[in-house]
């Protein structure tokens, strides 16, 4: 631990660590030299001790020989052998009997008793052996006192010297520190500012990597997980904890969109090529739980100040949503063109039918219902019908197909084209509608053609028959709930069969255009269905179970008004009488017109575009014989189509009466046609039925159609 440099002086800091070492330094070498010296000598003596016993009791050997029974009373001969030792050992012999008692004892002249001392005095012993039995003991113990003084003065000699040099052990290192002082302290400065900065920039990266939205993962160069933030940890479902030393395939398990083949690991491709790595965002990032994202991924390497490469970082994020609104966006865009595909379609075969369906009304008019010829002609009106069916599934692809809402009951409609729909079917419904279910702002035949294509839908789901369970009932989505749907009130339609279900792969592909599994699908049923939501804001999913069947939802945003839209209308039996102008650029839906007019009792003329009509409207106007309506074509190729043309009418004559027609349409004009000056609007192709109404309703506001 580096210490506090605020806090010491060095010298001082080093005196106290280092005194307890040189004073140990000293005594160890004070003490270690005597007692070597003392343990040595002292063994020496123990060994002449027992040589000197040894001596003896040979001695004593000899003079049992001679009597063996007076030996020991012999101590005058013992006194002779004792004083011929070496006078210069300081020794103490004592001479036993077999019972261990004091025969005699010899203690040299210089040998002074310290019991103390005697106590563990270098000492031996030997028998006294006479015919293998021994006689008697000799013990010889020498005197150390002179032992104990050379050692004392060893002792003295060697503590000098260790203190001089425990001395020089504290006082070089000391006067060292005390000179490079400052340098110290400028390098422990040094050390606590690089370990600030340091801790500083590693929270400052750590905080910067947890606030990072991204994914981010770091590696060695081995491929063994270092880090991760909290954006990765979420998207992978690993915490750090657990995920560092992991191999990074382990943490980071990715695959390819489209042939769910593992990819190969980024750190290898980095390594290998030294540059960024960019991944395609069909990478597909399998977490923990089985959860699947497709991400966008770039790897970069990490090198060190020699450009050596150390590790590799990762940074990924989740792109499934992005992916899935581009993908939504372009089948927008497919429905948008296909939308002005068939609106062009429609608008060229709604004049043709127009041109037929006219002719034939007009036709069936002049004759009488029993006739044979009548029947026929009924029969091409239901072909015509059909086509009208066709043409409108079209249409809903194009802006023209915009609903011409008006406030209604959804429930009512529900349950009336449903059992119209079944209707002789081996399926039923079951009705399950809530009380006092909310208005919708809707258009009344599109909302019809829904619930007819979705209970086609399912019932032919079950062909064998069954039950389907419709039911309806008020929801209020509240604000922060996880929906596309904006907060607010909706009616919610379910409509469910107890079919097979649908197989995940297709549920991705069912609302788009021409996509069917049936034999004779022509897949507008559900596209249709899509659109005509879409159209009125409100919303459409799908659930469904294999083998239990399939579920659609939709969502209707509820009107503010509180009942539905009447009129109080009187019933008049008149025919009628005005004069009517009719503009449009196709020769035979101008003559089809002016012939149901005539019929109808009306004054009809016909021009071919916008500007032709404002100059004769100008010239009946001036003559005092002015239009009481007219019929303008919304579209006229090449020319000024009823939207111009309206506007200059009503500058001509603010009380004009116009009503647009039209069979497709690319503006919310048919919708919302009052907004641009126009009374009401007739769609292609003409029925002499609706015609006569629009026109009696334009002309006489006030009063119902009764037909004479």
Not at 395 to 412: A, E, M, V
Not at 439 to 453: F, H, P
Not at 611 to 629: K, W
Request: net charge negative; glycine share 6%; proline share 4%.
């Amino acid at each position: 631990m580096i210490p506090n440099i605020g806090e010491i002086n060095f010298g001082r800091y080093l005196s106290k660590r280092l005194l307890p070492l040189t004073v140990g330094i000293g005594l160890l070498i004070s003490v270690f030299f005597p007692a070597t010296y003392y343990f040595l000598e002292y063994n020496i003596m123990r060994h002449n001790a027992a040589t000197y016993a040894d001596r003896f009791a040979k001695l004593m050997h000899d003079l049992v020989l001679q009597s063996e029974t007076l030996w020991k009373y012999q101590t005058y001969e013992y006194r002779s052998i004792l004083d011929h030792l070496p006078p210069e050992k300081e020794m103490n012999l004592t001479i036993l009997d077999a019972a261990g008692k004091p025969i005699t004892d010899y203690i040299h002249s210089n040998y002074k008793t310290n019991k103390l001392l005697d106590s563990w005095a270098p000492s031996a012993s030997a028998p006294i052996r006479f015919n293998n039995r021994t006689i008697g003991t000799v013990e010889v113990s020498l005197s150390q006192e002179a032992l104990i003084t050379r050692s004392f003065l060893i002792f003295i000699i060697s503590f000098c010297i260790g203190s001089a040099l425990a001395v020089l052990a504290y006082m070089f290192p000391v006067g060292i520190v005390t000179t490079l002082g400052s340098r110290i302290e400028n390098l422990i400065k040094n050390l606590h500012q690089a370990n600030e900065t340091l801790a500083a920039e590693k929270e400052r990266l750590s905080v910067t990597l947890r606030s990072i939205g991204d994914g981010v993962i770091t590696t060695d160069i081995e491929g063994k997980v270092a880090t991760l933030n909290f954006a990765a940890e979420h998207l992978t479902g690993w915490k750090q904890d657990r995920a560092i030393g992991k191999q990074l395939h382990e943490v980071f398990h990715i695959i390819d969109e489209k042939t769910r083949m593992p990819r190969e690991s980024p750190i290898d491709t980095v390594v290998r090529n030294s540059s960024t790595l960019e991944i395609s965002d069909d990478t597909i990032l399998v977490c923990t739980d089985g959860t699947e994202r497709i991400i966008e991924d770039s790897a970069a390497p990490i090198c060190n100040s020699q450009s050596k490469i150390i590790g590799v970082v990762l940074a990924f994020r989740d792109v499934t949503e992005k992916k899935k609104m581009a993908q939504d966006l372009l089948k927008t865009q497919q429905l948008e063109s296909l939308g002005v595909l068939a609106g062009g379609i429609a608008h060229d075969f709604n004049n043709l039918l127009t041109g037929i369906l006219g002719n034939v009304s007009l036709a069936m008019m002049y004759l009488d219902p029993e006739e044979r010829a009548y029947n026929k002609l009924q029969e091409a009106t239901k072909a015509y019908e059909r086509a009208r069916d066709l043409t409108q599934s079209l249409l809903t692809f194009s802006k023209g197909g915009i609903p011409r809402k008006r406030t209604l009951s959804i429930d009512q409609l529900i349950m009336d084209s449903a059992s119209f729909t079944l209707s002789g079917s081996n399926v039923r419904c079951n009705f399950s509608i809530s009380e006092a279910i909310w208005l919708v702002d809707a258009d009344e035949g599109q909302m019809s053609q829904v619930i007819n294509n979705l209970i086609i839908n399912a019932s032919q789901a079950m062909p064998d028959g069954g039950v389907i369970d419709i039911k309806v009932e008020n929801v209020t989505i509240s604000q922060g709930e996880m929906t596309p749907l904006k907060a607010g009130r909706y009616v919610r339609i379910s409509i469910e069969d107890h079919g097979s279900g649908i197989p995940e792969r297709h549920l991705p592909k069912i609302f788009d255009p021409y996509f069917t599994t049936k034999q004779n699908g022509h897949g507008l049923g559900l596209a249709t269905v899509h659109s005509i939501i879409r159209n009125h804001e409100g919303f459409i999913h799908v659930t469904t179970n294999l083998g239990k069947g399939t579920t659609f939802i939709i969502h209707l945003i509820a009107s503010e008004k509180l009942s539905t839209e009447t009129a109080e209308t009187k019933s008049v039996a008149v025919a009628g009488k005005e004069k009517i102008l009719v503009m449009d650029d196709e020769v035979i839906i101008r003559q089809v017109a002016c012939e149901i007019l005539g019929h109808l009792g009306y004054r009809a003329e016909a021009c071919c575009d916008g500007n032709e009509a404002i100059n004769i409207y100008s010239q009946a106007l001036q003559a005092g014989d002015p239009f009481d309506a007219v019929i303008m074509d919304l579209t006229i190729p090449g020319g000024m189509g009823g939207q111009q043309a309206i506007r200059r009418l009503l500058e001509l004559d603010p009380q004009a009466k116009a009503i647009v027609s039209s069979g497709y349409s690319n503006d919310p004009i048919i919708a919302y046609y009052n907004e641009y000056g126009f009374k009401a609007y007739v769609v292609k192709p003409y029925r002499v039925e609706e015609f006569q109404e629009t026109l009696w309703s334009v002309l006489h506001p006030s009063e119902q159609l009764k037909a004479v």
